[in-house]
């Protein structure tokens, strides 16, 4: 368990998806698909639909809080989110989306986390909890 600081509470299991770099929400994502079509992005033409977005924070536009509330309506936004520090415009999407965030986690989730772990997100406790390592480790990386 990786206890961290509750932005938006509900509770929420599903695969890791990692984005190592900032999003913007409007002009970042597709609102009808879910899919990252921001240009030259890392994760370009991946959905975020149904899976632990783990990003840094977002970017952009206060619009951004909308197109997470567009995502949620139309069954293509992430079931959990999980930040290094949420700003305003993730944190306000997800609590008016019902989408659980938690943020300032007591460890670099991107040192624990990979795509593909399945993970649950505890929003109300604010803490992540690690269900399934779904990646081989190298000996390095094992404890």
């Known amino acids: 368990m990786i206890a961290g600081h509750s932005v938006s509470k509900g509770v929420a ?14 002009g ?23 899976c632990v977005f783990l990003f840094p924070n977002g970017k952009g536009s206060t619009v951004g809080s ?12 992430p079931c959990a ?14 609590i008016i989306s019902d989408i659980p965030l938690v943020d ?11 795509d593909g772990d399945i993970v649950e997100v505890n929003g109300t406790a604010g803490c992540v909890r690690v269900i ?7 000996r390095s990386e094992q404890s």
């Not at 890791?16 to 409007?26: E, G, N, Q, Y």
């Open 13 to 26: 299991v599903g695969e890791v998806l990692i984005s190592d770099t900032p999003i913007s929400f409007l």
């Open 28 to 50: 970042g994502i597709d609102p009808e698909t879910g899919v990252i079509i921001e240009k030259n992005h890392p994760k370009e033409g991946v959905s975020i639909a149904d």
């Open 66 to 77: 909308y197109v997470i509330y567009s995502l949620k309506k139309k069954n293509v936004a």
């Open 81 to 94: 989110m999980v930040n290094i520090s949420a700003e305003t415009i993730v944190a306000v999407g997800a």
């Open 104 to 114: 300032r986690l007591e460890q670099d989730p991107f040192a624990i986390l990979r």
């Open 132 to 138: 399934t390592e779904t990646r081989h480790r190298h």
